[in-house]
């Protein structure tokens, strides 16, 4: 039996977007293509990739991450703890 799997939790730093020091420290560029190629052994059902402290709240890395990454990726976003319900779309 072949078993897909979902990548529960990763980063993506691309340095094309706003980066931001999290005490004194940047992470090492690994862009969506990194990614790709590091996982490419792997049967991926899809993945989780999560914002880390270092991109703030800017979630447009995210959203291009997600568009080169297809179907079964999704996206936790870091949000400020002040957005209201009228700041969502649906």
């Known amino acids: 039996m072949i078993m897909k799997l979902f990548d ?3 980063h993506i ?3 094309q977007f706003p980066l ?3 005490n004194g420290y940047l992470p090492p560029e690994f862009v969506t293509t990194d990614y790709l190629e590091a996982t490419k052994a792997y049967l991926l059902a899809g993945g989780a990739v999560v914002s880390g402290s270092f991109q703030a709240f800017d979630q447009d890395y995210l959203i291009d991450a997600l568009k080169i990454l297809g179907d079964g990726f999704v996206g ?3 949000i400020p703890h002040t957005i ?3 700041n969502w779309l649906y």
Do not use: L, Q, T
Request: glycine residues 0%; negative net charge; proline residues 7%.
């Open 8 to 10: 529960a939790h990763f």
């Open 13 to 15: 730093i691309n340095p």
């Open 20 to 22: 931001v020091e999290n």
């Open 76 to 78: 936790v976003a870091n």
């Open 84 to 86: 209201s319900d009228k």
